[in-house]
């Protein structure tokens, strides 16, 4: 389904990211993932793309075989890092051919390890690669007149590229002028981050739906973790201590984590957040214990816009 479709009939969205398997464990794991949660009916799941392009294929192929086996609604992360023009224009008729609705336009990370340069990349910034999706929109390849959906990256706590936050706001809101329908958020564990980033995109003139990404925090090495994944990222003390308090019970922190991050989905859906976009790691045990606490065994419950 369109992104457009998807936010004129909801006024809350629920969804979760999946990143491409490596090794036939992982891939047994995230399959068991994704029939888990297929069942609270997601209104779409986003798939990554490794740095630098890396996980290109992988990518590609469980994207297309989410599409053709599943009742999912698949959404593939595209980056501007060490892609030309013609690799983009390819990858966008395969997702069209496969009936692939909307895209979300990255710039993406560098790859580690290896020479890179940035000014060899025939899309300098996510704003150039929304604008190229929105010309190839326009060729008519896509079954839908209306091409793909576009959704772009935001950050509550700032981008850690551009630490000037008002031209943080321009680039993004560049995006948002280029053709992208919505904003996916970085994951974050402060609410009034995400609460003061939506009031600025409101100040610079960004109406687009922002969805929220909301990832638990189950041990202190994973925060670490996540703090790389995310370039940075402020932990609560409240959080900090609560974890601590668990010593080394696992499963304490892992119900810490999962606590902390439900009280931040009541309190996002208290303050009529547009969407919550779960970053599972390819587990479900997180999602779905969040789920309950909010009360939604699928989101067929949560109710439509009123026509």
Do not use: W
């Not at 993932?33 to 590609?60: C, D, K």
């Not at 509550?156 to 560049?174: F, I, Q, S, V, W």
């Not at 990404?213 to 940075?232: D, H, N, V």
């Amino acid at each position: 389904m369109h992104a457009l479709d998807i936010f004129q009939k909801h006024p809350t969205t629920f969804s979760f990211e999946f990143f491409p398997p490596k090794t036939p464990e992982s891939a047994e794991n995230l399959y068991e993932a994704i029939r888990e949660l297929e069942s609270y009916q997601p209104h779409f799941v986003s798939v990554t793309y490794g740095a630098g392009g890396s996980t290109r294929e992988m990518t590609n192929d469980l994207v297309v075989r989410i599409k053709e086996t599943t009742s999912l609604n698949p959404i593939p992360h595209l980056t501007c890092v060490c892609h030309k023009e013609e690799e983009i224009h390819a990858i966008l008729e395969r997702y069209a051919k496969a009936g692939v609705s909307n895209i979300l336009a990255l710039g993406g990370d560098a790859p580690k390890g290896t020479p890179y340069r940035k000014e060899d990349d025939d899309f300098q910034h996510a704003a150039d690669l929304v604008k190229y999706i929105r010309r190839f929109n326009d060729s008519g390849v896509h079954p839908d007149k209306r091409g793909f959906g576009i959704s772009v990256a935001g950050f509550p706590e700032g981008h850690p590229g551009t630490p000037n936050r008002l031209k943080e706001m321009d680039y993004l809101k560049a995006k948002v002028d280029a053709g992208a329908d919505y904003i996916v958020t970085q994951l974050f564990f402060d609410n009034r981050d995400f609460l003061d980033f939506r009031d600025r995109c409101e100040l610079a003139g960004i109406s687009v739906p922002i969805i929220a990404g909301i990832m638990p925090a189950t041990s202190l090495s994973g925060m670490k973790r996540m703090a790389e994944l995310a370039a940075g990222a402020r932990f609560p003390a409240r959080l900090l201590r609560s974890l601590q308090r668990c010593g080394d019970d696992t499963e304490a922190m892992t119900q810490v984590g999962i606590h902390h991050a439900s009280e931040q989905c009541h309190d996002l859906l208290e303050n009529r957040v547009r969407g919550i976009h779960f970053y599972t790691l390819n587990r479900s045990d997180a999602t779905k214990q969040i789920f309950r606490s909010l009360g939604i065994s699928d989101t067929k419950f949560v109710e439509p816009v009123a026509a």
